[in-house]
């Protein structure tokens, strides 16, 4: 089991995310990423 290292960012200024109103950078990209490809297959008639 891994340690939990708190407030560890790559960007110091950056307050955690669980304490902020939006997501961090990285994680807003990976959600739009993931969304899209779901929208994609809706979009093109191949939804699960």
């Known amino acids: 089991m891994t340690p939990v290292k708190p407030f560890a960012s790559g960007n110091p200024s950056q307050i955690p995310e669980f304490l902020s109103t939006?997501?961090?950078h990285e994680k807003r990209a990976e959600n739009l990423r993931a969304y899209l490809l779901k929208a994609l297959k809706y979009y093109?008639?191949?939804e699960d």
């Open 22 to 24: 939006h997501p961090n």
């Open 44 to 46: 093109n008639g191949k």
